[in-house]
Each structure stands twice: as structure tokens, then as C-alpha cells.
């Protein structure tokens, strides 16, 4: 402490506000910028000794503040704030005002010297001044601008006239040095309260955050009022219900958060109390407290609105305790939520002779949390405030969210007996984007068959090569003999519209010929690859070069035709795009897959729109690159077939050797691939370099610098994803050169992509939704799986794929995953896609793959890019935008990725001890010395006034609160030189684990 200043006690709300300002980068998060206008004639000279006068009426605005034992003290600043005058110059007035603001406001305070007051006087024109006030919470409250603009305007009256100062106010200081003798009585009772309500509140999830939030950053700041008459209305509205204006937008925040998809939401509130006593005092007469409410879907709002009052007016008499001494082991995160509201009535306005006198609070240009709220009723409306974190929190987002409230409020109040569940919130404008993102089907596929397609191409060109394996040339003439020949032959052993046929091959070339084949027949093909006979059973024939007996009649590829001499020239069909034209094998939880049939306009429509998106044509070469099984690998094989192009297809002793592969795409000028990015992560380290070529990339995720990567040696990159219940890809992206982020681009022309939450409502842009599929390009519904498309017209279908996106602001899918890749950490929900998106980013990481590990926190699988992977003190650096502070992650190095055959990330195969594992060492009490556990015990004794506290006590159940932590740690830090984080405490709570973090922090010096 300095010499000869009095001490001063400071309130909890005081030391909280402390703390974080210790141990947080708060920017100007507690800054409370206020502007106080003339309108008149002013007297500078009696302003300037009004403002001396309010200064000396209340002493609290000229303190200072020092730490003596990590408790902080009130003293008197090293000087008094005097008026500034700053002239803002020429030009607009408003404008100039802005900057002024701009300049002053942020400035920071220096709490030891003082003061915590900033005056500055600004002139914009004749009659006409501005006073810029700019105080710090540790002083100063919302109320406390009334009292501030109404002393100023009584002392600059007495001023004016010549009359003597005002009395002293009630001080400040006086109501600190009572709180705790308040606290003490109010207690019990306030433990009793919170012990049946305290919930730890999780992360909340808002549309467009795009990482965790901080307790402040810098901030964007939305305005919007609304008149006196809608005003009113919503006081009405709240009389009917039998709760206050300020319950009723609380219940309807509470029900929009409810909407994103947070069960229990909780918000901070700012509560007044500043007693009876101490109504004329200006200081930080507030508490903030994290109030929960239990909504369900179920609820009406009319009820969610009475539990609303119920419970603040449950919360009232106990609001002065702090709730880290009514509730043991709060961490500081529990005392900070996403959204936060204030309401409080505008200053009212002093009329002076010749002069009018206002105040207005402003916005600070930091955010806390994500969304801050602050209301203020007015004599002509309400005026809204909103600062949110524009780095985690664009501004684009952040709008939507403050117009969702509004919706979602005017529908409220217009029928408050709506279930909760069931309240919208999309405004016109946004649900037509939502619906708008969808394509409409490509021209000609409700017409056309993949038959006539293929023969709209023979006819085009019959001479050209359609496929070519090795040295072999198959031209589309021959195709087209082959393959009507092959049908007939089908014919003969029984195959007739509407049957179902096996093609059992892993060779691309005769599955072409096999699946042409059977849809001249009329009939729908199965790709069942080398190990069909699992699927014989059901279907009239097998196409296979492995002899079968008993079942269905088996045929080979190279088949002659007719046998019976009864199958003429019609003996063809002639399918119709409503005939099933193939079917796939669709994994089942439990049991057997199922078969999922596609007509052909859902086929037809899949390759005309790949056509047009890939500019696919006469002229086009693609490369057999898939499995005949995997997802989408028809459209390497029809796409050319149909299109006018040629399939190049490796000889099996090519097609598991990149390098090989590498060979292929030069010898034959490869204008179109598709893989797998596993595939194209080999692909390029065999020294792919092809920059005539479109490659698409699909069947699992394609991550940032395997995409820039890819991206650079090729013409074009698509990312593409699909769907058991799609025809081929659902949806396409293209990637951009240098692309920071990968999505999996916009619904293919045929296929509707809508995200819809539990209740089948669309859900925002930046909202994770279930990802549904309506259109043409969706199977037959021949289980009754599919329920109604509510966006498409009478008879659609839709799907639910169970895996989880969302939308992004320009229109494109960022995929998630299932639920299971949805986790909780350190209270925050954490998708893992985003995770390893951000990994995956990282310019030294060419793949990675992010599970949770046993002791809770992450285990991040990584193929170094390089040589050797980046550090984990860079790694860990680099993903704090992405995970909640204090995540545990470790690391360990793959020289490869284990695959499944069909060439995709094997998760079940990734193990630490396939690599060398790099994990953060578990602080315990390893290499403590002995003089520590004395050091650390005898703290905790001295602070914690106990007499014996053992090495495994656990410290939060003495009833320890924040500042307690603080002094512990400012004792640990001067003892021993180690500065131990206040979040350290909560993970490691026993003198055993805090000597074994000193220990460790030694280590690592």
C-alpha cells in the first residue's frame, strides 16, 4: 500500500470486477462511456466547477485502487479528473463527435494511480456542447449516470447563481464496509435458494459463432429502437401475462436460445442494489448473475413468462450475496454467460434557464460474452444496445440473432399461448434463402433414361473410344453391342422390368458394361462388387465372372446374346425415368444393410447435373479411380458413357500404386478424377502435378491443406458429399486456390438440402440442423422410412440422414458429422469437424483426425505435412480459436493413416501406439519438493483461517470463492515465483496438485 492513504474495503462487486481486470485481457469491457449533451447557452467556466462539485459529492469517483495480499483497496486517486476541452474541428457534428468518442472511451485507466474518470467537453456548434463522461464499473453503475447528469445540473445551477456546494452524498464507501455484515445475515437463506436452482451453465450455442468466446473482446455494436407505440403494446402485452416489460424480452430471449437448440439456457442479468440508504450514491451498486430457466419445448410461452417472474422475483431478496460464497466451487467461466441483458430507463432530462441538460449511456467498443444486451426505456420508445465479438461473431450473424429476437417477440406477444417448441423465429427474407439454396431439377431428367442418354451419345459419336483399359479400346460402338447384347442374354434367363440384378466385379470396365447392360434389359443393377454372393438372395440374376450354383442364374460379362431364338428386336425395354434403374447396399445399425432402389430420373438427373457442373463432354477423359461399391463411383463410369467422353481404367496391378496412377493421368491427359482425400493425399506425394484436370474429392472430409495442397496442382477441385438416400453426390463445392476453409458446397440440381432441428423446423443460417434430403434425387421410399417434405410441393419426400450442418453465410454447407462427433468440454459443446478443420488448417498438418481420449480432452491424430509436425505449443496456440481455454489435447504422429479398402480414413484402426505420441504431462505431484507442500500448506492455512488442511483436501470445500483463489495465488507467486492461472485452482484443487504444477512450471523454465 502507498503511505498515507486510508484504506478503503471494496464490495465483491468491486473485487470481481478487479479480478477479471487482473487476470483478463478485458479491453474496455468495464468501461462505461456516457455523453452528456447542452442544448443552449453554456457557462464552460461553471460546468468546469460543477464538475469539481459532483466529484467532491461523491468521493468513489476519485479512488484508486491497490492489492495488498491480493485483496484490492479503495484509496484516494493520485489526482482529482478535471474538464478537458477537446475541439473537434470542422465538418459533420456527428461525425466528429464519433471520433472523439472513439479516441477517449477505450483509453485505458490506471487503477493504482487513478483516476477512474475521464471528462472531456466537446463544442459542435452554436448552442450546442457535448460532454463526453468515461468512467470504469469499479466506480460507476447504470443508475449512477442519473444521479451523476442530475448533481451536474443542480451544481452547475448553484454555480451559475453564486450559491454554495451541494452536501456530500451518501458515501459509497459506507456501503462497502456494511456488505459483508449483510452478506453474512442474508446467507443461509441465499444457499438454501441456490442449492435447489444452480446449474453450471454450458457454452451457449448461437448461429454463427465461430469459436469460444472470451471473457471480452473487441466489439461491433448493433442499434435498433422501437416508438413509444410498440413500446406500450409490449407493456400491455406484459400486464396481460402479469410480468414486467423487462420478463417479457427476458422470457423471449430465453425461448429464442431455447429455439437454437440449448435446453437450459442461462443469461446474465444485471440486478440493482443499491439500498434505500444509499439512493443518492453514485458507485457500482450491481450484481451480475446467471439466471436459469428450464424451458421444454412443451412449455407455452405464457407459462415460460410466469416462470420467468417467478424466479427473479424468487432471486430478489437474495441477489445481494455473491454467488460464489451461496454456491461452493463456482469457477469464474460459471459467472460469465454468451448473452447477457440489461434494462434500465434512460436518464431523464434537466431543464435549466436557457439550458437543457441529458444524459445517454454508449456503447464500449468491447463485447462481454457474445451477445450483450442493453435496453433502455425511454420517453419515446426503447433504444437496444448490443455489443458482440466480431472476430468469433461476424456482424452478418450477430444481426440475424437480434432479428430472430424480434420475430420471435412479435409472435410471442401476438399468441402467447404458442408451445415454445413450436414459436418461429425466421423472418421472410431468411427463410427464402434457406429455400432459395436449392436448385431446381436439371432440364430433361423427368424426361430422359440413363438409356437414352447413352444412346444419344452412340449416335453422336459411334466411332469414339468410351473406354480404354490398358492398350484396349473399347469403342461406343462396340459398348453399345456389347452391352445390348449382354441384355438380351438377361432377357433369356428371366430378366424383366423391374427385376433387380447383381453385378458382382471389382473391374470398372465390365461393371460399365454390366450396368448399361441391365437397364436395356429394363431391369435395375446392384453394384455388389468381388463379394456378392451376400446378395443373391432377391434378385433375378447375377452378372459375374465366378460360377454360382443353385440361385439365381448366373452370367458372364462377355456373354453372347439371345440363346432362346424367341427374343426379337423388341425383345429390349424401353424403362421409363419412374422405373428403378439401380439399387445400393445402405448400412443398418443392426442387421443386415438395406437395399435402397433409385429410378432412373433420380440417376438421369444426378449425371445431367454433373455434366453441366463439371463441363463434362465429347472430348472428356475421366479415371476409374473408385471402388465399383463406393459412393458416387457410378458417375466415373456413366458420366463418360453417357456424356460423350472415355473412362480410362487401371489394370489392377496400376490401381493400388499412386505413382502408377500419377503415370496414368499424363500418358492419357486425364481431364476429370475422383477420390477419396486419402487417395489424393497419395496421389500427390507420388508427384501428381496435372493442371488440366477437374478432380473431385468425396466419402470423407477433404481438409484445408490437403485442399490447398490438391488445389494448386489441378485445374479445378470439387468437394462433393452424398448420402445413402441420394442418387451419386448431394452436394458440390468448388474449392478455391488458397482456401482457408473447405465446405461441401451447395445441393446438386435434383437434390433439396434442408437442415431442420428436432421439431422439423428450418434452422438458421450458422445453426448446426439434422441435414434432410427432398427431390427427384432421392430413393424410393420402399420401408416408409421418409416423411413428408413440408417445403416441396404435395407428394415429396424427405430424409433424415441423422448426420448434422449447417449454412453458411454465402450460401454453402459446412458438414459436422453424427451426434456422437458433437462433445462437451470444460462446459462448451465442441464439434470435432471443427476442430480438425482448424488442425487441418495449419500449413505443417497435411491430415488429421481428432477423437476424445480417455482422461476427458482431445487425442489429435496428425500427418505431418513435412518432415516433422509443428510444436504442441504452436499447435496449441493455433487451436484456441477453436477450443474452449484450458482443453487438454494430445498429439501423436502417424507416418501414414491407416484406410479401409476402398481407400478412407480407418478410425477404428487409429491407436496411440501406431505413432509417436506427444501428450501434455498430467500435472500431479511428481518432483514436488518437500519445502513447497510446507510453503503451499501453510498458505492455505493463513488465508483459509483453518487450522490443519491436508495435501489431498479438496480446496473448494472450505466454501472458497474467487478472490480467496486470487490471494492464495498472489501468496504462491511471491513465495515461490511460479504465477499459477485462477483457472489452474479449479483443474487441480489439493496442495498435492498445485506443488506438482509449481513443479512443473520449474521443468519447463
Request: glycine letters at 10%.
Amino acid at each position: 500500500m502507498s503511505d498515507g492513504h486510508q484504506q478503503g474495503r471494496t464490495s465483491f462487486a468491486q473485487q470481481g470486477i478487479w479480478l477479471n481486470e487482473r487476470t483478463r485481457d478485458m479491453h474496455d469491457a468495464y468501461h462505461a462511456p456516457c455523453l452528456i449533451t447542452f442544448d443552449g447557452e453554456l457557462d464552460t467556466g461553471a460546468l468546469r466547477t460543477a464538475c469539481a462539485a459532483v466529484l467532491a459529492r461523491h468521493p468513489v469517483l476519485t479512488s484508486a485502487f491497490e492489492e495488498d495480499g491480493g485483496v484490492p483497496w479503495m484509496r484516494p486517486a493520485d489526482r482529482v479528473p478535471e474538464l478537458e476541452i477537446d475541439d473537434p474541428g470542422e465538418g459533420d457534428p456527428e461525425a466528429r463527435l464519433a471520433e472523439l468518442v472513439r479516441r477517449h472511451a477505450p483509453a485505458p485507466f490506471d487503477f493504482e494511480r487513478g483516476p477512474l474518470v475521464r471528462l472531456v467537453l466537446a463544442p459542435l456548434g452554436p448552442g450546442r456542447h457535448a460532454l463526453l463522461l468515461v468512467t470504469h464499473h469499479l466506480v460507476f453503475d447504470g443508475p449512477s449516470l442519473d444521479l451523476f447528469t442530475r448533481d451536474l445540473a443542480a451544481c452547475y445551477r448553484a454555480a451559475v447563481s453564486g450559491a454554495g456546494p451541494e452536501a456530500p452524498a451518501a458515501s459509497f464507501a459506507g456501503y462497502a464496509a456494511g456488505e459483508e455484515r449483510r452478506i453474512a445475515a442474508a446467507l443461509p437463506t441465499a444457499r438454501r435458494f441456490w442449492r435447489e436452482r444452480w446449474q453450471e451453465p454450458d457454452q451457449m450455442a448461437l448461429p454463427g459463432v465461430t469459436g469460444p468466446i472470451g471473457y471480452a473482446a473487441p466489439a461491433h455494436t448493433i442499434r435498433f429502437t422501437i416508438g413509444a407505440e410498440r413500446r406500450d403494446a409490449l407493456g400491455r402485452a406484459g400486464e396481460a401475462l402479469g410480468v414486467t416489460r423487462f420478463e417479457l424480452l427476458l422470457a423471449s430471449m430465453y425461448a429464442l436460445l431455447y429455439r437454437y437448440g440449448n435446453a437450459d439456457p442461462v443469461i446474465t442479468v444485471a440486478l440493482g442494489l443499491r439500498p434505500e440508504e444509499f439512493a443518492d450514491a453514485i458507485g457500482p451498486f450491481a450484481q451480475e448473475l446467471p439466471v436459469a430457466a428450464r424451458v421444454g419445448g412443451d412449455l407455452t410461452f405464457r407459462e415460460l413468462a410466469a416462470a420467468v417472474h417467478e424466479h427473479l422475483g424468487g432471486l430478489s431478496p437474495h441477489r445481494g450475496v455473491p454467488l460464489n460464497r451461496a454456491v461452493t466451487g463456482v469457477r469464474p467461466a460459471a459467472m460469465r454467460t454468451a448473452v447477457s441483458i440489461s434494462y434500465r430507463r434512460s436518464s431523464p432530462a434537466h431543464t435549466l434557464p436557457g439550458l437543457r441538460i441529458r444524459g445517454e449511456r454508449l456503447p464500449n467498443q468491447s463485447a462481454r460474452g457474445a451477445f450483450w444486451v442493453l435496453v433502455f426505456n425511454e420517453d419515446d420508445g426503447m433504444r437496444f444496445i448490443i455489443n458482440h465479438p466480431e472476430e468469433r461473431f461476424p456482424a452478418e450473424s450477430a444481426e440475424r440473432v437480434a432479428g430472430h429476437w424480434r420475430e420471435l417477440l412479435d409472435q410471442a406477444v401476438a399468441a402467447p399461448d404458442t408451445r415454445v417448441g413450436a414459436l418461429t423465429f425466421l423472418g421472410d427474407s431468411e427463410r427464402g434463402l434457406l429455400l432459395a439454396a436449392n436448385p431446381g431439377e436439371p432440364a430433361g431428367a423427368a424426361e430422359r433414361t440413363v438409356v437414352d442418354l447413352f444412346a444419344e451419345r452412340v449416335a453422336a459419336d459411334r466411332g469414339g473410344v468410351a473406354v480404354l483399359r490398358g492398350t484396349a479400346e473399347t469403342t461406343g460402338e462396340r459398348l453399345d453391342a456389347a452391352t445390348e447384347g449382354l441384355a438380351r442374354r438377361l432377357r433369356c434367363a428371366g430378366v424383366t422390368p423391374g427385376s433387380l440384378v447383381a453385378i458382382e466385379t471389382g473391374d470398372p470396365a465390365d461393371a460399365l458394361t454390366g450396368m448399361l447392360a441391365v437397364l436395356r434389359a429394363g431391369a435395375a443393377y446392384l453394384l455388389a462388387g468381388p463379394d456378392g454372393p451376400t446378395v443373391r438372395s432377391g434378385v433375378s440374376a447375377v452378372l459375374s465372372a465366378a460360377a454360382g450354383t443353385g440361385g439365381p442364374p448366373v452370367l458372364a460379362f462377355d456373354a453372347d446374346g439371345c440363346v432362346c431364338g424367341n427374343c426379337g428386336a423388341d425383345a429390349l425395354a424401353d424403362p421409363a425415368p419412374e422405373d428403378v434403374a439401380y439399387a445400393a447396399l445402405s448400412p443398418t445399425p443392426d442387421g443386415p444393410s438395406r437395399i435402397v432402389r433409385f429410378d432412373h430420373r433420380a440417376l438421369t438427373g444426378a449425371l445431367l447435373a454433373f455434366r453441366a457442373i463439371l463441363e463434362f463432354g465429347p472430348g472428356g477423359t475421366f479415371l476409374a479411380l473408385s471402388r465399383v461399391t463406393a459412393p458416387g463411383a457410378a458417375l466415373e463410369l456413366l458420366l463418360p458413357a453417357t456424356a460423350g467422353g472415355r473412362v480410362v481404367v487401371p489394370a489392377p496391378e496400376e490401381a493400388d500404386e499412386p505413382a502408377r496412377l500419377v503415370a496414368l493421368v499424363g500418358r492419357h491427359a486425364i481431364t476429370h478424377a475422383q477420390a477419396t482425400p486419402s487417395l489424393w493425399q497419395l496421389l500427390l506425394d507420388a508427384g501428381l502435378d496435372a493442371p488440366g484436370l477437374t478432380a473431385l474429392s468425396g466419402g470423407e472430409t477433404l481438409q484445408p491443406t490437403l485442399a490447398r495442397r490438391l488445389r494448386a496442382r489441378l485445374r479445378r477441385l470439387w468437394n462433393v458429399h452424398g448420402t445413402d438416400d441420394a442418387a451419386l453426390w448431394s452436394t458440390c463445392g468448388e474449392v478455391a486456390p488458397g482456401a482457408e476453409t473447405v465446405a461441401i458446397g451447395r445441393p446438386v440440381p435434383g437434390a433439396r438440402v434442408h437442415l431442420l432441428d428436432a421439431s422439423g423446423a428450418l434452422v438458421p443460417i450458422g445453426s448446426p440442423g439434422e441435414l434432410c434430403v427432398a427431390g427427384p434425387a432421392l430413393a424410393r421410399d420402399d420401408d416408409g422410412r421418409f416423411a413428408p417434405d413440408p417445403f416441396g410441393s404435395g407428394g415429396s419426400r424427405l430424409a433424415r440422414t441423422g448426420k448434422r450442418a449447417r449454412w453458411r453465410p454465402d450460401g454453402e454447407l459446412d458438414f459436422l458429422g453424427g451426434d456422437h462427433r458433437r462433445i462437451r468440454l470444460n462446459g462448451q459443446e465442441v464439434e470435432l469437424a471443427d476442430v480438425e478443420a482448424r488442425l487441418g488448417a495449419h500449413d505443417a498438418v497435411a491430415r488429421c483426425a481428432v477423437t476424445t481420449a480417455e482422461d476427458g480432452g482431445l487425442l489429435a491424430y496428425l500427418l505431418p505435412a513435412g518432415d516433422e509436425p509443428p510444436a504442441e505449443e504452436e499447435l496449441g496456440g493455433w487451436l484456441a480459436a477453436t477450443l474452449p481455454e484450458g482443453t487438454a489435447v494430445g498429439y501423436v504422429t502417424l507416418p501414414e493413416f491407416p484406410l479401409t479398402p476402398d481407400r478412407r480414413l480407418d478410425v477404428g484402426r487409429l491407436s496411440p501406439e501406431a505413432g509417436r505420441a506427444r501428450r501434455p504431462a498430467v500435472t500431479r505431484s511428481a518432483g514436488v519438493r518437500e519445502e513447497d507442500l510446507e510453503t503451499v500448506a501453510k498458505i492455505w492455512r493463513d488465508v483459509l483461517r483453518a487450522g490443519e488442511v491436508g495435501l489431498d483436501d479438496n480446496l473448494f470445500d472450505f466454501g472458497v470463492n474467487s478472490l480467496i483463489v486470487t490471494q492464495i495465488s498472489a501468496r504462491i507467486f511471491r513465495r515461490t515465483g511460479v504465477d499459477i492461472p485462477l483457472e489452474t485452482f479449479y483443474e487441480a484443487p489439493t496442495i498435492n496438485e498445485i506443488c506438482g504444477v509449481i513443479a512443473q512450471a520449474r521443468r519447463e523454465e
